[in-house]
């Protein structure tokens, strides 16, 4: 089955201790995406890579690192998470068409995270 | 910079009516894809229909139809036969058709049902 997979679902943690969110995509996709959701805000991204080893910042990175050394996976690190990172984070990628052709976005599950 | 505005925090519609969402967006680009998303309770981020720029027909995926004006820079979801299953939060998302695949998105609009 084509999947974009995140873990954790949920995390809870203090502020300043590190931590990744895995996002995982099974469809050979080069590019990839990380967002962020908060309320009365939309969806925001916070970076994305178009191949292995090519990421660059989205609209809100500050406090965020990310790296792509292997086509399926996307990890977001919070080298030190703030209370003002706790979000609804969702990972998502897509063939890239490069301007040529249509493709469609699939999304992970979504990370629920808070940090206290 | 792309913007996308959803002027409607919440809408609900009695089962079985028709409800209209409204989008309107800021683009200086003329080739670009609209899309409405829908996010259940669950959070999923499920595509609900998509229009390219360049296609003047209004896209349509069974009880979801668009109302997409481009002069005016406004694209509409109707729902029509509204369903329990229907209720969600909707989000309406821009792409632009080069470069970074980026989506942006409106700040959503959460439909209730009433049965």
């Known amino acids: 089955e084509a999947q974009v997979t995140q873990n954790p679902r949920y995390l809870i943690t203090v502020t300043g201790k590190k931590l990744t969110v895995t996002c995982s995509q099974n469809m050979n996709h080069e590019y990839m995406s990380w967002y962020r959701q908060d309320p009365g805000l939309g969806l925001r991204q916070i970076y994305y890579?178009?191949?292995?080893?090519?990421?660059d910042k989205g609209d809100v990175p500050e406090g965020y690192k990310v790296s792509r050394k292997e086509k399926r996976n996307f990890p977001l690190i919070l080298e030190s998470p703030s209370p003002n990172q706790t979000s609804l984070y969702f990972c998502a990628s897509s063939l890239s068409g490069l301007g040529t052709a249509y493709t469609e976005a699939f999304f992970g599950q979504g990370t629920r995270l808070t940090v206290v | 910079a792309q913007t996308v505005t959803q002027s409607q925090p919440e809408m609900s519609v009695q089962e079985a009516e028709t409800v209209t969402l409204s989008c309107t967006y800021d683009?200086?680009?003329?080739?670009?894809?609209l899309f409405w998303y829908k996010q259940p309770p669950s959070r999923q981020m499920i595509l609900v229909i998509r229009q390219e720029a360049y296609k003047q027909q209004n896209a349509t995926e069974n009880r979801f139809s668009v109302n997409f004006q481009k002069a005016a820079k406004s694209f509409s979801l109707k729902i029509s036969d509204s369903q329990l299953g229907d209720a969600a939060m909707y989000f309406c998302?821009?792409?632009?058709?080069?470069?970074?695949?980026?989506?942006?998105f409106g700040t959503g609009t959460r439909l209730t049902i009433i049965p």
């Open positions: 998302a821009y792409r632009r058709n080069f470069g970074n695949e980026k989506l942006t």
């Open positions: 890579s178009m191949n292995v080893e090519v990421t």
């Open positions: 683009t200086s680009e003329s080739d670009y894809y």
